[in-house]
């Protein structure tokens, strides 16, 4: 049943024309999760970048465990798009954060845009901007807005095509159908500011390491910084929920780290734009060594 909220079983169902059904949830046993993840199985291939099926099931297991975490309202899902026959066309993981209206400027809602997809065969229509509306629509009345609310601000992480190596470059290239530097230019032109924060994302789990070679982006923030108690907010709920699956943030050494950073910081963390640098990664012969794509963005600023 379509319903613009939640039903009492956590399930979401939208039509959103030219035959196409959006849904979602955030229930462990659910089958949409396997539907889901067939596809992100398809899609994303690095080794400290991928996430289990365990991994998104317990994720989703804790949810009303970490409804109030933190003080803040959050809920975790998986969303899949699918045409009339029922073919998986593109999905979505987030984690909805209610941070509420006490930082001036910034949206109420912040989305962990963990991971989205669409299948190769169904690019060209314009689906991650679809995909991208409807996260923030569901983000907002899943957690504290209506759906008529401004856009949640939305946290992406990308591969960074100047820390990967050759080799990671070639095969995330070959198995996502995408190089690196259009796929950053995507979402370059979906809105996506660089975050100039020393971005580290905590291991997914005890068998994975830290990813530092990740560009940090948001979009839907208005002007050219972030309050660093914003960032702070959205970066604890990620890590406690997303990444370390209900552990403690603070107690980790790498999402601790940048806790720290950010609760005595005293100015805005500053936003950079990204196309300006995706279109000069274009024009250079080889790829700049010894440098992040945030460095590079910040020399062309």
């Known amino acids: 049943m379509a319903n613009d909220g939640f039903s009492d079983d956590e399930q979401w169902t939208r039509a959103i024309?030219?035959?196409?059904?959006?849904?979602?949830?955030?229930?462990?046993?659910?089958?949409?999760?396997?539907?889901?993840f067939a596809g992100y199985d398809r899609a994303f291939v690095l080794p400290d970048e991928r996430e289990t099926v365990e991994g998104?099931?317990?994720?989703?297991?804790?949810?009303?465990?970490?409804?109030?975490?933190?003080?803040?309202?959050?809920?975790?899902?998986?969303?899949?798009?699918d045409d009339a026959e029922g073919v998986l066309l593109g999905g979505a993981n987030f984690l909805a954060t209610c941070i509420g209206e006490n930082v001036a400027g910034h949206p109420p809602v912040a989305v962990a845009l963990n991971y989205v997809f669409v299948e190769p065969a169904s690019r060209g229509r314009g689906l991650a901007r679809r995909l991208r509306d409807e996260v923030g629509r569901l983000a907002n009345i899943a957690v504290c807005?209506?759906?008529q609310a401004p856009p949640p601000a939305l946290f992406i992480e990308q591969n960074d095509p100047l820390r990967l190596t050759d080799t990671e470059y070639a095969a995330d290239t070959a198995h996502a159908g995408i190089d690196q530097v259009d796929r950053l230019a995507i979402w370059a032109r979906l809105g996506a500011q660089l975050i100039d924060f020393a971005y580290v994302q905590p291991a997914l789990s005890a068998d994975q390491d830290s990813d530092d070679g990740?560009?940090?982006a948001v979009m839907n923030v208005r002007g050219d910084g972030l309050d660093p108690a914003y960032l702070r907010a959205h970066l604890e709920s990620f890590f406690g929920i997303s990444v370390m699956k209900g552990g403690e943030p603070e107690a980790d050494p790498v999402a601790g780290a940048q806790l720290h950073a950010l609760e005595t910081r005293l100015y805005p963390v500053k936003l950079l734009p990204m196309l300006p640098a995706v279109e000069a990664l274009r024009s250079v012969p080889a790829r700049p060594q010894g440098i992040s794509l945030r460095a590079f963005a910040r020399a062309l600023t």
């Open 17 to 36: 024309g030219d035959g196409l059904t959006l849904r979602a949830t955030e229930r462990p046993d659910s089958q949409l999760l396997d539907h889901f």
């Open 56 to 81: 998104f099931r317990a994720c989703l297991a804790i949810n009303p465990a970490s409804r109030h975490r933190f003080g803040r309202v959050h809920r975790e899902l998986v969303m899949t798009v």
């Open 145 to 147: 807005a209506p759906a």
């Open 214 to 216: 990740l560009a940090y």
